[in-house]
């Protein structure tokens, strides 16, 4: 399974004014933060419960998702990446726990943007390889209770969904 995303939500969503990462990631992109090669930055903020603002990499997106009304960052793996699912699925969430370690001490946030590492949505944007069904989680189950033990992970969304589950550690 490829196409690993993890998002983890922000603890304090009204302290922030996510339009502020727009900057923030055309940073990013001049500096060569991450270890992805970072091409744009797109700000979908007027869309109600939506993408956010977009950071394309090549490799991986990066956003400040609002899908749902529930806003955090997503780390969406685009790229094939030759390894385990375990493998890929820490390469995601030391991704995105990276960023957010980044996100929180720049100061274009003033200190004020934190992210609850407790709670996360891992979820595979591939229909046709991880659909959300029984099989899948039966053959997912196990791998995320390694990674993440201790946690409960639930599955949720309809057949049409991508395959989600949720932790919380």
Not at 25 to 41: N, Y
Not at 43 to 66: K, Q, T
Not at 92 to 104: F, G, M, S, T
Not at 128 to 154: M, R, V, Y
Request: include cysteine; charged fraction near 25%; glycine fraction near 6%.
């Amino acid at each position: 399974v490829q196409h690993i995303n993890l998002k983890i939500f922000i603890e304090n969503p009204g302290a922030v004014d996510l339009a502020d990462a727009v900057g923030v990631f055309h940073r990013w992109i001049k500096d060569s933060v991450c270890p992805e090669m970072l091409i744009d930055v797109a700000d979908y903020l007027h869309v109600p419960a939506g993408p956010g603002i977009l950071l394309i990499g090549h490799e991986a997106n990066y956003s400040f998702d609002d899908r749902e009304n529930r806003p955090g960052l997503l780390y969406n793996r685009k790229a094939v990446f030759d390894a385990t699912f375990q493998a890929r699925l820490a390469q995601a969430h030391r991704a995105a726990l990276d960023a957010c370690d980044r996100l929180e001490q720049d100061p274009a946030f003033g200190g004020k943007l934190k992210f609850d590492r407790n709670r996360l949505e891992v979820f595979v944007n591939d229909r046709l390889l991880a659909p959300n069904t029984d099989e899948t989680w039966k053959a997912l189950q196990p791998e995320l209770a390694q990674a993440f033990p201790g946690a409960t992970i639930a599955r949720y969304g309809e057949p049409r969904d991508l395959f989600r589950v949720t932790i919380n550690k």
